[in-house]
């Protein structure tokens, strides 16, 4: 490919086809650089002035979470704020990769804090876009080499001036800037619908199940008065132990081995390095549709007991690997749904060992030994289809979120050098 060809993206706005190849400088040339405020932690309070402070970066469309206090009048005297125009990029992080994105500030009531590089374009440069260009393409390939440290990794002014920004006229850096605003706006808003259903949900697990010591629910289904029962876990679902295997009995192409990994955020997942094993050495029974999976064994503590209802097609052939347990239950949708409520929450932060460097470890015994309350059948039908319905809102908003955020990135694929 010709240098020529190397400095035109694949996508341009309509208009911008014939402006030809896109420029390159020292961007020492095209900036203005100064540090951050000495802010730390502590100077944060709940109310104020919005910060940017170390570690995530937050923009316009995103949650600033913590502010500092405007009556840290000398220190507000002292402040770095922002004039609506600079680009900041993070000086430290535990990682290359970490170090290596910019946001674009459009707030000016904002102090700049933290160990941040703050960087003001010139007027031929456009400050939404230098911060999506710093963050992808061959300059965030260059930011990620210039990162230097072990412990901790640095990147200095000094380093980011001796970047070479490759980027087009003025009118199409705006052109640019102003679609992947909007397309950060949707994104943003997609976040917060998500949001909104999972915190609905938790708000139902509350409730919708019986505080500890007490066998009535705060909120019931009309029609519904009966005291709820005392029994053990495993009246309610069946526990068996995974399948225990050895990497000589993995295959390309076989049963596939459910592992925690298939597990994210309370959702089953299949992945492309899942692992399979022959059967001719599968000994347990294979899982089915709405069979739920636990995590028993892991090296974080945190988590050991997650669980998720499977999603598989008939088709598909499946066994739980020997650090997972399987639950399998009349009421699956019940059972998965009392699994995230404050009772099981308080079982795993009694019974799930580990810590100090130990494997964290879920009995199966001590789950199935365990007494939960639960309701009449009819009633355990009617709430766990409720929460069916609100996890699939939840996986439709995910979805909906995922689309957009590939959406972006292949934009960012194509539209930058």
């Known amino acids: 490919m010709s240098e020529s060809k190397k400095l035109i993206p694949k996508r341009r706005f309509k208009g911008f086809e014939d402006t030809g190849k896109w420029q390159t400088n020292k961007l020492s040339v095209m900036a203005e650089f100064s540090k951050g405020n000495g802010y730390s932690k502590n100077d944060l309070r709940e109310y104020g002035i919005p910060i940017i402070l170390y570690g995530r970066l937050y923009t316009k469309y995103e949650t600033i979470i913590k502010s500092v206090d405007t009556f840290v009048d000398q220190k507000i005297n002292s402040a770095v704020f922002s004039t609506g125009v600079e680009v900041v990029v993070p000086a430290s992080g535990e990682t290359s990769e970490d170090i290596a994105r910019a946001s674009f ?75 992947f605003k909007k397309l950060d706006h949707l994104i943003t808003t997609q976040q917060k619908k998500l949001q909104k259903a999972k915190t609905l949900k938790l708000a139902y697990l509350t409730e919708m199940f019986p505080n500890e010591g007490e066998l009535k629910p705060r ?22 132990r995974g399948l225990t295997y050895t990497p000589s009995n993995l295959v390309l192409n076989g049963v596939r081995i459910l592992r925690s990994s298939n597990i994210d955020s309370d959702k089953f997942i299949l992945r492309d390095d899942d692992i399979f094993i022959d059967q001719s050495y599968v000994s347990i029974s294979l899982v089915k549709e709405n069979d739920i999976l636990i995590t028993s064994a892991n090296g974080s503590s945190r988590l050991v007991g997650k669980h998720a209802l ?51 470890n879920l009995n199966k015994s001590e789950l199935a030994n365990q007494y939960i309350s639960i309701p009449i059948t009819l009633e355990q039908t009617k709430i766990g289809n409720f929460f069916k319905l609100l996890d699939d809102k939840i996986a439709l908003e995910q979805k909906k979120l995922n689309k957009l955020k590939n959406i972006k990135q292949a934009y960012l694929n194509e539209m930058f050098v």
Do not use: C
């Open 105 to 179: 500030i459009e707030q000016s009531a904002l102090i700049i804090g933290g160990d941040l590089n703050i960087l003001k374009p010139k007027t031929q440069l456009n400050s939404v876009f230098l911060a999506l260009s710093l963050s992808n393409g061959n300059q965030r390939k260059e930011l990620i080499k210039r990162a230097q440290g072990k412990t901790v990794v640095h990147i200095h002014n000094s380093d980011l001036k001796e970047v070479n920004l490759i980027f087009p006229i003025k009118n199409e850096q705006i052109k640019i800037g102003e679609f």
């Open 219 to 240: 909120y019931r289904f009309l029609g519904f008065k009966k005291d709820w029962s005392i029994t053990q876990f495993k009246n309610l679902a069946n526990i068996r």
């Open 310 to 360: 499977i999603k598989i097609t008939n088709n598909e052939k499946a066994v739980h690997g020997g650090f997972m347990l399987l639950a399998t239950s009349n009421q699956p949708f019940f059972t998965n749904a009392i699994m995230s409520s404050d009772w099981y929450r308080k079982f795993l932060n009694t019974y799930v060992a580990g810590g100090n460097g130990a494997i964290g």
